[in-house]
């Protein structure tokens, strides 16, 4: 049995259409074995469509809108990649604001593969440390971060992976520093 260092985390996983299937589904796996609460936030209720690569495969059921939440109903965030699902979440107001907010208030967040994009329109990247699919590395930089070719890399309340390949670093990374907020927090 895994052990539950989480127990009663409450983390959101905002995606939208046409997310990488793989890379919210073990994730959250991971997550919910270890305790956690997890929440899928999108723009819209009802189920949004995931993806193997280019090609549709299962739906997700939401658990809320993005309209139903705040930042204040979590202690965490996950950001799930896939190109279109990154670029249309990235231009959605309610996603940039829970991710500011989320960010701002010292809260952990886990991004991989196209999910920083989100962060980069949420002006949140400059300065910070992070890894990505190869192909927004420029976007990253032109938002004044500091891109690495990495499996996984943890800045501050970060942690970012650049592709499913990397989801089992990316996965004992995440608990990691969701435990270790989670500590710090009942400290504080």
């Known amino acids: 049995m895994a052990q539950r260092t989480l127990d009663g985390l409450r983390v959101a996983i905002l995606a939208t259409d046409d997310f990488e299937q793989v890379e919210l589904i073990e994730p959250r796996k991971a997550l919910d074995d270890a305790g956690a ?17 280019d090609e549709k495969v299962d739906k997700v059921t939401v658990d809320k809108s993005l309209a139903e939440v705040s930042a204040d109903d979590f202690d965490a965030l996950v950001l799930p990649g896939g190109a279109l699902n990154a670029d249309n979440l990235r231009v959605v107001p309610e996603a940039q604001k829970l991710a500011r907010s989320i960010d701002q208030a010292g809260k952990p967040i886990a991004v991989i593969c196209h999910g920083p994009w989100l962060l980069v329109s949420a002006g949140l990247v400059k300065g910070r440390r992070i890894t990505s699919y ?44 969701f435990s270790e907020a989670r500590i710090s927090r009942k400290v504080a």
């Open 134 to 177: 190869h192909t927004i590395q420029d976007d990253l930089r032109n938002a004044g971060a500091t891109w690495e070719d990495k499996e996984v890399i943890c800045d501050r309340n970060w942690v970012s992976s650049r592709h499913p390949g990397d989801i089992p670093a990316f996965n004992r990374e995440m608990i990691k520093l």
């Open 37 to 53: 609460i997890t929440t899928v936030v999108a723009p819209k209720s009802g189920s949004i469509q995931a993806m193997k690569h």
